[in-house]
Protein backbone atom coordinates (compact mmCIF):
# COMPACT_ATOMS: atom_id res chain seq x y z
CA UNK A 1 0.00 0.00 0.00
CA UNK A 2 2.88 2.34 0.76
CA UNK A 3 4.69 1.55 -2.29
CA UNK A 4 1.38 1.97 -4.28
CA UNK A 5 0.80 5.02 -2.42
CA UNK A 6 4.70 6.68 -3.37
CA UNK A 7 4.71 5.24 -6.96
CA UNK A 8 1.45 7.55 -7.56
CA UNK A 9 2.75 10.52 -5.99
CA UNK A 10 2.62 13.56 -8.60
CA UNK A 11 5.95 15.88 -8.56
CA UNK A 12 5.32 19.36 -10.03
CA UNK A 13 6.98 22.42 -9.95
CA UNK A 14 4.94 24.01 -6.99
CA UNK A 15 6.08 20.84 -5.34
CA UNK A 16 10.04 21.48 -5.69
CA UNK A 17 9.00 25.18 -5.12
CA UNK A 18 7.40 24.49 -1.98
CA UNK A 19 10.37 22.02 -0.92
CA UNK A 20 13.11 24.61 -1.83
CA UNK A 21 11.63 27.55 0.41
CA UNK A 22 11.18 25.04 3.53
CA UNK A 23 14.44 24.02 2.95
CA UNK A 24 15.06 27.86 2.99
CA UNK A 25 13.11 28.10 6.67
CA UNK A 26 15.01 24.81 8.04
CA UNK A 27 18.31 26.39 7.12
CA UNK A 28 17.45 30.10 8.46
CA UNK A 29 16.04 28.85 11.42
CA UNK A 30 18.82 26.10 11.96
CA UNK A 31 21.55 29.02 11.78
CA UNK A 32 19.75 30.80 14.27
CA UNK A 33 19.85 28.48 16.70
CA UNK A 34 23.30 27.12 15.70
CA UNK A 35 25.81 26.68 18.77
CA UNK A 36 23.22 27.33 21.19
CA UNK A 37 21.88 24.85 23.39
CA UNK A 38 18.82 25.00 21.63
CA UNK A 39 20.05 23.52 18.88
CA UNK A 40 19.53 19.79 20.34
CA UNK A 41 15.66 20.59 20.95
CA UNK A 42 15.36 21.53 17.19
CA UNK A 43 16.91 18.53 16.11
CA UNK A 44 14.55 16.73 18.60
CA UNK A 45 11.34 18.46 16.86
CA UNK A 46 12.61 18.00 13.33
CA UNK A 47 13.23 14.36 14.04
CA UNK A 48 9.66 14.09 15.80
CA UNK A 49 7.88 15.30 12.60
CA UNK A 50 10.00 13.16 10.47
CA UNK A 51 8.93 10.17 12.61
CA UNK A 52 5.11 11.65 12.25
CA UNK A 53 5.37 11.62 8.18
CA UNK A 54 5.94 8.13 8.52
CA UNK A 55 3.96 6.96 10.31
CA UNK A 56 1.09 8.33 8.71
CA UNK A 57 2.26 7.02 5.40
CA UNK A 58 2.28 3.22 7.11
CA UNK A 59 -1.17 4.24 8.63
CA UNK A 60 -0.62 3.65 11.75
CA UNK A 61 -3.31 5.44 13.58
CA UNK A 62 -2.90 4.49 17.38
CA UNK A 63 0.48 5.95 16.96
CA UNK A 64 0.05 8.56 14.46
CA UNK A 65 -2.38 10.03 16.85
CA UNK A 66 -0.47 10.69 19.76
CA UNK A 67 2.58 12.11 17.23
CA UNK A 68 -0.60 13.87 15.84
CA UNK A 69 -1.01 15.59 19.27
CA UNK A 70 2.82 16.53 19.22
CA UNK A 71 2.36 17.85 16.29
CA UNK A 72 -0.64 20.12 16.43
CA UNK A 73 1.30 22.01 19.45
CA UNK A 74 4.72 21.80 18.06
CA UNK A 75 4.15 25.95 17.41
CA UNK A 76 3.08 27.23 21.06
CA UNK A 77 6.09 24.24 21.93
CA UNK A 78 8.38 26.17 19.99
CA UNK A 79 7.34 29.77 21.07
CA UNK A 80 8.07 28.54 24.38
CA UNK A 81 11.21 26.63 23.96
CA UNK A 82 12.64 28.82 21.59
CA UNK A 83 11.49 32.10 22.80
CA UNK A 84 14.84 34.08 23.37
CA UNK A 85 15.96 32.90 19.92
CA UNK A 86 12.75 34.07 18.30
CA UNK A 87 13.41 37.60 20.88
CA UNK A 88 16.93 37.97 19.12
CA UNK A 89 15.87 37.32 15.54
CA UNK A 90 12.57 39.88 15.79
CA UNK A 91 15.03 42.22 17.12
CA UNK A 92 17.59 41.41 14.15
CA UNK A 93 15.18 42.23 11.52
CA UNK A 94 13.63 45.00 12.61
CA UNK A 95 17.10 46.81 13.16
CA UNK A 96 18.36 49.13 11.06
CA UNK A 97 21.44 47.22 9.83
CA UNK A 98 19.11 44.02 8.88
CA UNK A 99 18.11 46.14 6.52
CA UNK A 100 21.18 47.68 5.46
CA UNK A 101 24.39 45.16 5.67
CA UNK A 102 21.58 41.70 5.32
CA UNK A 103 23.75 40.15 2.46
CA UNK A 104 20.97 38.07 0.68
CA UNK A 105 23.63 35.97 -1.50
CA UNK A 106 24.67 33.96 2.01
CA UNK A 107 21.25 33.15 3.02
CA UNK A 108 20.76 31.27 -0.40
CA UNK A 109 23.64 29.85 0.36
CA UNK A 110 24.66 26.62 1.63
CA UNK A 111 27.61 26.28 3.45
CA UNK A 112 29.14 23.29 5.66
CA UNK A 113 29.02 23.67 9.39
CA UNK A 114 32.68 22.21 10.09
CA UNK A 115 34.69 25.16 10.53
CA UNK A 116 38.19 25.50 10.81
CA UNK A 117 39.89 25.87 14.57
CA UNK A 118 39.54 29.66 15.79
CA UNK A 119 42.41 31.96 16.24
CA UNK A 120 42.87 33.67 19.46
CA UNK A 121 46.11 34.96 20.89
CA UNK A 122 46.23 33.13 23.73
CA UNK A 123 49.01 34.14 25.14
CA UNK A 124 47.71 37.94 24.98
CA UNK A 125 44.59 36.84 27.04
CA UNK A 126 46.20 34.92 29.67
CA UNK A 127 49.24 37.43 30.31
CA UNK A 128 45.71 40.26 30.55
CA UNK A 129 43.94 37.76 33.10
CA UNK A 130 47.18 37.62 35.12
CA UNK A 131 48.27 40.81 35.63
CA UNK A 132 44.28 41.63 36.59
CA UNK A 133 44.35 38.46 38.90
CA UNK A 134 47.26 39.93 41.06
CA UNK A 135 46.11 43.52 40.98
CA UNK A 136 42.24 42.08 41.60
CA UNK A 137 40.43 43.57 38.90
CA UNK A 138 37.25 42.27 37.97
CA UNK A 139 37.39 40.98 34.68
CA UNK A 140 34.45 39.08 32.57
CA UNK A 141 35.76 38.08 29.04
CA UNK A 142 33.69 36.33 26.89
CA UNK A 143 35.27 34.57 23.72
CA UNK A 144 32.53 33.62 20.29
CA UNK A 145 33.05 30.38 18.54
CA UNK A 146 30.43 29.62 16.54
CA UNK A 147 27.26 31.51 18.41
CA UNK A 148 25.92 34.55 17.12
CA UNK A 149 26.40 37.14 19.83
CA UNK A 150 25.63 39.96 17.64
CA UNK A 151 22.75 40.83 20.14
CA UNK A 152 24.89 40.79 23.19
CA UNK A 153 27.56 42.76 21.24
CA UNK A 154 24.96 45.64 20.30
CA UNK A 155 24.53 45.92 24.12
CA UNK A 156 27.39 47.30 24.79
CA UNK A 157 30.30 49.78 23.20
CA UNK A 158 31.48 48.66 20.02
CA UNK A 159 35.35 48.58 19.70
CA UNK A 160 37.79 47.30 16.82
CA UNK A 161 40.73 46.27 18.09
CA UNK A 162 42.93 43.42 17.98
CA UNK A 163 43.62 41.11 21.05
CA UNK A 164 46.38 42.75 23.09
CA UNK A 165 46.90 42.51 27.05
CA UNK A 166 46.70 45.92 27.50
CA UNK A 167 43.70 46.82 25.43
CA UNK A 168 42.09 44.33 28.02
CA UNK A 169 43.56 45.87 31.24
CA UNK A 170 42.43 49.29 30.05
CA UNK A 171 39.06 48.20 29.83
CA UNK A 172 38.73 46.69 32.82
CA UNK A 173 40.66 49.18 35.12
CA UNK A 174 38.51 50.47 37.64
CA UNK A 175 38.49 54.33 36.71
CA UNK A 176 37.68 53.29 32.79
CA UNK A 177 34.23 54.00 31.83
CA UNK A 178 34.26 50.73 29.78
CA UNK A 179 34.96 48.41 33.11
CA UNK A 180 31.37 47.55 33.96
CA UNK A 181 29.95 44.57 32.11
CA UNK A 182 31.45 42.17 29.59
CA UNK A 183 34.19 42.24 26.43
CA UNK A 184 33.30 40.10 24.19
CA UNK A 185 36.25 38.57 21.73
CA UNK A 186 35.27 37.32 17.94
CA UNK A 187 37.98 36.34 15.67
CA UNK A 188 41.28 37.70 17.54
CA UNK A 189 39.56 41.14 17.91
CA UNK A 190 38.13 42.70 21.02
CA UNK A 191 34.91 43.93 19.49
CA UNK A 192 32.72 45.02 22.49
CA UNK A 193 33.07 46.25 25.79
CA UNK A 194 30.47 46.92 28.49
CA UNK A 195 27.92 44.00 27.18
CA UNK A 196 25.10 43.47 29.15
CA UNK A 197 24.95 39.23 29.25
CA UNK A 198 22.11 36.85 30.60
CA UNK A 199 22.27 35.64 34.46
CA UNK A 200 21.91 31.67 35.06
CA UNK A 201 18.74 30.56 36.68
CA UNK A 202 19.80 28.06 38.73
CA UNK A 203 19.01 27.60 41.71
CA UNK A 204 21.66 26.09 43.25
CA UNK A 205 23.95 28.26 41.85
CA UNK A 206 26.84 29.00 44.68
CA UNK A 207 26.39 31.36 46.80
CA UNK A 208 30.41 32.67 46.54
CA UNK A 209 30.45 33.34 43.41
CA UNK A 210 29.53 36.88 42.06
CA UNK A 211 27.35 38.50 39.49
CA UNK A 212 30.18 37.81 36.95
CA UNK A 213 30.27 34.09 37.55
CA UNK A 214 26.75 33.96 37.21
CA UNK A 215 27.21 36.05 33.49
CA UNK A 216 29.45 33.51 32.66
CA UNK A 217 27.25 30.31 32.91
CA UNK A 218 24.37 32.34 32.15
CA UNK A 219 25.87 33.32 28.55
CA UNK A 220 27.54 30.04 28.11
CA UNK A 221 24.23 28.35 28.59
CA UNK A 222 22.49 29.97 25.99
CA UNK A 223 25.51 29.68 23.62
CA UNK A 224 29.11 27.68 22.72
CA UNK A 225 31.14 30.66 24.04
CA UNK A 226 33.50 30.68 25.75
CA UNK A 227 33.55 33.08 29.72
CA UNK A 228 37.02 33.70 31.59
CA UNK A 229 35.95 35.37 34.62
CA UNK A 230 38.93 37.10 36.89
CA UNK A 231 37.39 37.38 40.87
CA UNK A 232 37.50 40.56 42.26
CA UNK A 233 37.50 39.74 45.63
CA UNK A 234 40.28 36.73 45.31
CA UNK A 235 42.05 37.74 42.14
CA UNK A 236 41.10 33.83 40.97
CA UNK A 237 40.73 33.21 37.30
CA UNK A 238 38.04 30.76 36.37
CA UNK A 239 37.04 29.88 32.50
CA UNK A 240 33.33 28.59 32.14
CA UNK A 241 32.22 26.13 29.00
CA UNK A 242 28.69 24.53 28.59
CA UNK A 243 27.53 26.54 31.88
CA UNK A 244 30.11 24.78 33.96
CA UNK A 245 32.75 26.67 36.06
CA UNK A 246 36.19 25.63 35.52
CA UNK A 247 37.54 27.69 39.05
CA UNK A 248 41.41 29.02 40.33
CA UNK A 249 42.99 28.28 37.26
CA UNK A 250 46.67 28.86 36.88
CA UNK A 251 48.11 30.13 33.64
CA UNK A 252 49.17 27.05 32.05
CA UNK A 253 45.53 25.25 32.90
CA UNK A 254 44.14 28.62 31.61
CA UNK A 255 46.18 28.28 28.28
CA UNK A 256 45.42 24.70 28.09
CA UNK A 257 41.62 25.37 28.54
CA UNK A 258 41.32 27.59 25.85
CA UNK A 259 43.30 25.95 22.94
CA UNK A 260 41.50 22.68 23.60
CA UNK A 261 37.97 24.42 23.48
CA UNK A 262 39.24 26.45 20.47
CA UNK A 263 40.00 23.35 18.34
CA UNK A 264 37.18 22.61 15.73
CA UNK A 265 34.45 19.87 16.35
CA UNK A 266 33.75 17.69 13.24
Known amino acids: MVLNYILFLSFGITDAIDIFLVAIILYLVYNLVRGTTAINIFLGLALIYVVYIIVRAFEL ?14 VIAIMVVFQQEIRKFLLYIGSNEFLKNRNWKNVLKFS ?11 KEVCEACF ?20 FYIQSGTKIDSV ?6 ENIFFKNSPLHDGAVIVNEN ?29 GVTEVSDAIAITVSEQTGAVSLTVGGEINANLNKEKLEYLLEKNLQAKG
Open 61 to 74: KLLGSILGKFVNVG
Open 131 to 150: NMSDTKTGALIIVARRSDLK
Open 112 to 122: STLQNDLYLDI
Open 189 to 217: RVVAARCVLPVTEKENFPAHYGMRHRAAV
Open 163 to 168: VNSKVI
